[in-house]
């Protein structure tokens, strides 16, 4: 990183220890005299308060009690983690969720950094994707890259993110898909990603259950907004969903299917 970025760092990880001479390596990248491993407790690090402009985790922040990180981090700079983190599906129940569980869920990590005073940007975090995606060679791959995306988002509990890779696959559809087979595959996996969601409130299902719909309804031949609407009726009642049970609507798509 140092050699990327032009940056002084400092390394606390195992690493060092695995690494047989770390101060070779150094060398080897020209970094020796900018880079250094420090071996010390993380949870005792010792930097003096708001040292560096940038901090980042693999996999060790379940093992901090206490906000060392905040500490030696300068006021307004970022902090990156990487955790295994459990979604809200995780049964403490179930055997096999109790032998691979992670830290916690990803709604409490949140709630955890926040605690110790740090900004949690998350709800920005799909932004670089999104970005990156719009620039996918092909608005079909794009589209199902989004849709994707979403899903992720879906699994660990992220509204706001999900919303947004679902709104950005309707944006592709919109703009990008013009033929008629392309519109009719796009929206079967808009509909069938939309089946699977389950962390969406009552407001944002609605507005995607309804341009969804609307979509189908403007497929270019009869047969095909049939099996689309039809296809609309079941996101209007799922099984294991208790808010999503509205027998007025799938009654509705299914009269106008037929």
Same mark, same amino acid.
């Given at each position: 990183?140092?050699? +990327? ?14 690494? $047989? ?7 080897? *990248?020209?970094?020796? @005299? ?6 010390? /407790?993380?949870? @005792?690090?010792?930097?003096? /308060?708001?040292?560096? /402009? ?7 922040? #379940? ?13 307004? =700079? ?9 979604? &809200? ?8 969720? !109790? ?15 926040? !605690?110790?005073?740090? $900004? ?6 799909? @932004? ?6 719009? $620039?996918?060679?092909?608005? &079909? ?7 994707? #995306? ?6 660990? +509990? ?25 519109? %009719? ?9 939309? !089946? ?15 341009? *969804?719909?609307?979509?189908?309804? @403007? ?6 907004? #049939?099996? *689309?609407?039809?296809?609309?009726? =079941?996101?209007?009642?799922?099984? /294991?969903?208790?808010?999503?049970? +509205?027998?007025?609507?799938?009654? %509705? #798509? ?5």
């Amino acid at each position: 990183m140092k050699k +990327d970025y032009g940056a002084f760092g400092a390394d606390t990880s195992q690493k060092q220890e695995q690494d $047989s001479s770390p101060e070779e390596l150094n060398q080897i *990248a020209g970094v020796d @005299k900018t880079c250094d491993f420090v071996k010390a /407790d993380f949870m @005792k690090m010792p930097f003096s /308060d708001n040292k560096f /402009d940038e901090v980042y985790a693999i996999e060790a922040t #379940c093992h901090a009690p206490d906000a060392e990180i905040y500490r030696v981090l300068k006021p307004g =700079q970022s902090f990156a983690t990487y955790e295994w983190c459990m979604t &809200e599906a995780y049964d403490p129940q179930n055997k096999e969720h !109790q032998h691979i569980k992670g830290v916690s869920t990803v709604r409490v990590f949140y709630e955890l950094l926040s !605690q110790s005073s740090l $900004s949690v940007l998350h709800p920005d975090a799909q @932004k670089p994707t999104v970005e990156a995606l719009s $620039s996918v060679s092909g608005p &079909e791959s794009a589209l199902r890259l989004y849709l994707q #995306c979403a899903e992720a988002a879906n699994d660990s +509990d992220l509204e706001p993110v999900a919303y947004e890779f679902f709104t950005q696959a309707y944006i592709m559809y919109e703009k990008e898909i013009s033929d008629s087979k392309a519109q %009719i595959m796009a929206l079967h996996l808009i509909i069938g990603m939309l !089946q699977r969601m389950h962390v969406f409130g009552v407001e944002n299902r609605d507005t995607l259950t309804h341009k *969804a719909t609307g979509y189908s309804a @403007k497929l270019l031949k009869k047969p095909d907004q #049939c099996r *689309a609407v039809y296809a609309c009726s =079941q996101l209007f009642w799922v099984d /294991d969903q208790d808010d999503v049970k +509205d027998g007025e609507r799938d009654v %509705i #798509c299914r009269k106008a299917a037929s």
